[in-house]
């Protein structure tokens, strides 16, 4: 098994940056491709960004491009979200998310995803 470990959520106004970061531990001997996907209330958990195992490709939701940016340490299996020039329509709990599945094109579907974190609030104010 593998555990995901979501930090960095919070509230921020309009405008502001918020870095979140996930870790994983446990069965992490191996590769994964790891994404972000965030549900606000009353709506689906969507996808909003990918990064395959090594880092080298990367995929962002339309409403995102731009403004948020995914990362790694080369092959380590962590994650972390940039994300800038907030916007209220981005409040939403994130999750963290990890796939062994690591072929192109990177998964974007919640249903892709074997193992999940608990979830990061993530709060902007207008």
């Known amino acids: 098994q593998v555990q995901l470990v979501e930090s960095g959520g919070g509230l921020v106004q309009a405008g502001g940056s918020l870095r979140l970061s996930c870790a994983a531990s446990?069965?992490?001997?191996?590769?994964?491709?790891m994404g972000w996907f965030r549900q606000a209330p009353g709506k689906e958990r969507e996808c909003v960004a990918v990064?395959?195992?090594?880092?080298?490709?990367?995929y962002y939701a339309d409403s995102v491009k731009g403004r948020f940016t995914i990362s790694r340490h080369g092959a380590q299996n962590t994650a972390n979200l940039q994300m800038n020039s907030l916007k209220p329509d981005d409040t939403a709990v994130y999750y963290c998310?990890?796939?062994?599945?690591?072929?192109?094109?990177?998964?974007?579907?919640?249903?892709?995803?074997?193992?999940w974190g608990q979830g990061t609030q993530v709060t902007v104010s207008s």
């Open positions: 446990g069965r992490t001997r191996g590769s994964y491709t």
């Open positions: 998310a990890a796939t062994a599945a690591i072929d192109l094109p990177l998964p974007d579907r919640a249903g892709e995803y074997n193992y």
């Open positions: 990064i395959s195992w090594s880092g080298g490709a990367t």
